[in-house]
Every structure is written in C-alpha cells, then in structure tokens.
C-alpha cells in the first residue's frame, strides 16, 4: 500500500527550532508537498520538494531523500502562530496526491 | 480569502436527503479536487477534475456524485449517506499536476443525522 508516517505530535517553545518528519512507502514517487492546516481552517502550500536536498522558504526549510524514502519540516524561530496541523503529502502519479497522518505542533510561550 | 470558496460551510441531512456541495474557484486553474477529511484520518483524495475531465476516482462509493460543469465550478452531489460520512469536505485546485500547489477552500462541515 501507500502512505506516509509522520508524528501524531510535537511540542517546543518559542523561538526553538523543530524538525517534523515524514516517511513514506509509495510507488512511483514523484515528490513532497508540506501544508500547514489551523484548527478550523483549510491546509495552506508550503514547500514542494521535486528533488533530494533542502530547499528554504523563510522561517521555513524542506528537506527530502529519495534513497531513504523520508523527508522533512524545519521550522525555526518558532512562533505562537505556528501552532497548527502540519502534513507531507507525497504525488505518486500525474493526479495521485496521498496526504500524511499529520503532526499537530504546539508552541509554548 | 483563498481564492477557492465553497457553499454551505456547514451542512446537517438526515440519511434519506440529497444534497450538493459546491465550489468555486477564481485563480484561473485548470485542475479541481475533492477531499474528504475525517478525525485522527489522513486527508482522503476522492476526486479529480481536469479541464473539466474526470481524472481520478478513488473507489469513492457511488452515493457521492461529482459533476464539473466548467473549470471554474466544482459540484458534489450526496444521497443515502450513513453517519460515517460525517466529516469535513475540503475542495482544491491546482494550476497543474504532479507537484503541483494545491489552493483549500474552507471546507463544508457536514454531519449525517
């Protein structure tokens, strides 16, 4: 089958850094997406990862390993408004998204 | 405002009702997508729509019926549903495929009573 494991949850404090993971067992691979969900709200773009290696955006950085089948989510100087719902999402084919399980991050002040 | 808006934002039908979810993109895309988001679940891909087409079905049972009149609008008819339909349903779009960013709409929040 098809999925992508990621932590039920992480906590940090303000100002931290924190690293969200992803693995994933897909065929057909193609790349990772990374969306930020708020309580009540709907998933925002954040990064996409086509190739190995880390790409920044910001606060924001991804990482991805084609050989180890595992990517992830490093958000520095964290901040309140981080707290959020955060989700991997692999495209295994031209129309084939398959979304994480989903990490819910919460930042204490 | 995302740009991807969907009616109602809250819906509540008993089992026996038909109802119709919609949405409506403004940003020009020519992909649209259907997604079903339960607790602790992953979200779930149900459809997808390219220029108009229907592209991906995800063995979604056949009492929801998608229809994409043009690339703008995105329609999701429901009958019969059972209470573990409940959940919230997120519509997307995308400029292209593969990678492509994917712009949420709010979501309809529905209940089956």
């Known amino acids: 089958g098809q999925s992508l494991e990621q932590p039920s949850e992480v906590t940090a404090v303000e100002g931290a850094i924190v690293q969200i993971n992803c693995t994933y067992q897909?065929?057909?691979?193609?790349?990772l997406s990374w969306y930020q969900q708020h309580d009540g709200g709907a998933p925002t773009f954040l990064s996409y990862?086509?190739?190995?290696g880390l790409e920044e955006t910001g606060r924001f950085s991804s990482f991805l390993s084609r050989s180890d089948s595992y990517g992830y989510l490093l958000l520095q100087e964290l901040q309140m408004k981080d707290s959020a719902s955060y989700f991997c999402?692999?495209?295994?084919?031209?129309?084939?998204?398959?979304f994480g399980t989903g990490t819910r991050l919460k930042v204490l002040a | 405002e995302t740009g991807v808006t969907q009616t109602p934002r809250h819906l509540v039908m008993g089992m026996t009702n038909k109802k119709s979810l919609k949405c409506e993109q403004h940003?020009?895309?020519?992909?649209m997508y259907w997604y079903k988001q339960s607790a602790k679940k992953p979200l779930e891909l149900m459809f997808v729509?390219?220029?108009?087409?229907?592209?991906e079905n995800n063995s979604v049972p056949s009492r929801f019926s998608p229809e994409c009149p043009n690339s703008s609008h995105l329609f999701l008819h429901l009958h019969t549903l059972q209470p573990e339909d409940s959940a919230l349903y997120l519509c997307?779009?995308?400029?292209?495929?593969?990678?492509?960013?994917?712009?949420f709409g709010p979501g309809t929040r529905l209940t089956v009573t």
């Open positions: 897909t065929s057909g691979f193609y790349g």
């Open positions: 999402a692999g495209t295994s084919g031209t129309y084939k998204y398959i």
């Open positions: 729509y390219s220029l108009e087409e229907r592209v």
């Open positions: 997307a779009s995308s400029l292209g495929t593969g990678g492509s960013e994917q712009y």
């Open positions: 940003l020009g895309h020519n992909a």
């Open positions: 990862n086509a190739l190995d």
